[in-house]
């Protein structure tokens, strides 16, 4: 097998919604994803023994990999051996920020091995292997835009976002997801997104009508001290022309959306001499 490599694009989430604790020990979730131009590279050949992965960018994890999970799932799947593979990550995108790194990648790897080994495999079943690690994997399989329901794994296709560039900033502390979902409460009043707009707009194309509905229900469960700092990151965007801005995911990582006319680089400047992680990216489209 001749080596061949993928992009794994990130994702932010324009709207996210929390509904509450499923039986499953899940929560069900209601949100608006999008996949971004900002990525990582996986490759992928046979060598070597097993399953090995190596990275530059980020340190690996001891013992199994998501990854190595996956690709056993993948194997399993299609009823054959798994041969000796070597898989390559090159990262760019942040770690445990809320944009879907990891997810990303392991989709991205589960798009090389569908490629080379299973063909005929159909999106949907290459998204149910990916819904065996993580409950992002099969948006972050899929790509493009989506409404995500259930646990983040039940998806529907949206009309693409219109033109705009984002700007995404994250600050120099992480918000590991399981943590962030043990503060949630759902007594009493909350912060609800407006996903039904948001999706109305988007079969509107109007960019204007899902930027006023951007936003995020894990913003209303941070502490303190790292809500001044969400907050410093989406003044910054704002005053410097984004439509919206939003924190993505779980967080920390910040978005701003910018309208196609409106240069982002003053924004992109000013976040670059207090973040050391600061990206530029724009919508991308579907991956399978």
């Known amino acids: 097998m001749e080596r061949s490599a993928q992009a794994a694009p990130a994702k932010i989430n324009l709207a996210l919604d929390i509904l509450g604790r499923r039986p499953d020990g899940y929560h069900e979730m209601r949100m608006v994803m999008q996949t971004v131009s900002l990525c990582d590279t996986v490759a992928l050949e046979e060598a ?19 990854e190595q999970r996956a690709a056993e799932a ?37 798009r090389l091995l569908r490629e080379r080994y299973a063909p005929g495999m159909s999106r949907e079943e290459l998204e149910a292997v990916g819904g065996q690690i993580g409950s992002d994997m099969p948006f972050c399989v899929r790509g493009g835009t989506a409404l ?34 043990a503060r949630l409460r759902f007594d009493g009043e909350r912060f609800r997104p407006d996903v039904d707009g948001m999706v109305s707009a988007l ?32 003044e910054a965007l ?24 409106v240069d982002p680089a003053g924004a992109l400047e000013e976040l670059k001499r207090r973040y050391a992680q600061v990206f530029a990216a724009e919508p991308a489209g579907r991956l399978l």
């Open 48 to 66: 070597g023994e097993g399953f090995t992965l190596s990275a530059r960018g980020i340190e690996l994890p001891s013992g199994k990999t998501l």
């Open 148 to 181: 995500a329901e259930g646990r983040g794994d039940l998806l529907t296709d949206l009309p693409p976002l219109p033109d705009c560039r984002f700007v995404i900033c994250k600050p120099d502390f992480d918000l590991p997801t399981g943590p962030m979902f």
């Open 203 to 234: 079969k509107r194309g109007d960019l204007t009508g899902a930027a006023k509905r951007v936003g995020n229900a894990f913003e209303t469960v941070l502490n303190p001290e790292e809500r001044r700092e969400i907050d410093r990151i989406k």
């Open 238 to 261: 704002l005053r410097r022309g984004a439509l919206a801005a939003a924190m993505s995911g779980s967080g920390p990582a910040v978005f701003g959306l910018f309208a196609p006319d």
């Open 74 to 110: 993948f194997f399993a799947a299609i009823g054959r051996p798994q041969p000796p593979l070597r898989a390559t990550l090159e990262k760019r995108t942040p770690a445990y920020a809320g944009l879907g790194g990891g997810s990303a990648d392991v989709a991205a790897l589960l």
